[in-house]
């Protein structure tokens, strides 16, 4: 059975500071468990992460909720490896599209996205079109080595609908994607998803095992 997620129209979010936005939708919208151990022999250790979202006319409003053993964040420029941070990532794709978007950030908001119809083609999205991405890190900005113990931190974006080619018809039912949770160098290493991945070894870039993201 295919996995799914629901997301809410709410254009009153476009008028909040993106800070409001993830309390607004942690409190209002349902959220779903990324919770798929998918490598245990090569990465055992399962945070606990959650996620919810939104749209509107103008955003793909996404909020993740975490709590992990171990916290890293070494990485702050555009396009850099994020994922060897505590990580968060939103892969999608939109209805008939070959093309399929990862947006990638670690737990104070540094981005690697791009899009592509298979993993060694990306197409890197530049400087603007990554700053056009709204964030809010609860951990603020700065980066840090690696800190230990249990943190609890939340991660909110907003994805323009333009940059993503979604325009707004009205007629938009759902769109393809994945969550992941993952933190490639971290001291307690993992690599977890939403929908679960079949595959011999970690690989996020599988639209094959993409569940549904409906748009209500």
């Not at 793909?60 to 060897?84: C, Q, T, W």
């Not at 938009?172 to 307690?188: D, I, M, P, T, V």
Request: contains cysteine.
């Amino acid at each position: 059975m295919q996995n799914s997620i629901h997301f809410y129209r709410c254009d009153a979010l476009d008028n909040l500071n993106m800070q409001d936005c993830g309390v607004y939708i942690e409190n209002n919208f349902p959220k779903s468990a990324i919770q798929s151990v998918n490598w245990p022999e090569v990465a055992s250790y399962q945070p606990i992460c959650m996620v919810a979202g939104a749209y509107s006319k103008q955003y793909i409003y996404v909020h993740f909720i975490v709590r992990e053993n171990g916290l890293r964040a070494m990485n702050e420029k555009n396009l850099s490896p994020v994922a060897d941070d505590s990580c968060v990532e939103f892969f999608l794709k939109t209805p008939n599209s070959k093309e399929y978007w990862n947006f990638e950030f670690n737990c104070i908001g540094a981005v690697n996205a791009s899009h592509r119809e298979t993993r060694p083609n990306a197409i890197r999205l530049n400087d603007s079109e990554i700053a056009s991405i709204k964030r809010y890190a609860s951990l603020g900005n700065v980066t840090f080595g690696e800190k230990k113990g249990i943190h609890i931190w939340t991660l909110t974006v907003a994805i323009p609908r333009t940059l993503i080619k979604l325009n707004d018809s009205g007629n938009l039912s759902h769109l393809f994607g994945n969550f992941y949770k993952c933190a490639g160098k971290a001291e307690h290493p993992h690599y977890l998803s939403w929908a679960p991945i079949k595959s011999d070894k970690p690989n996020f870039h599988l639209p094959d095992f993409f569940g549904k993201i409906y748009f209500d």
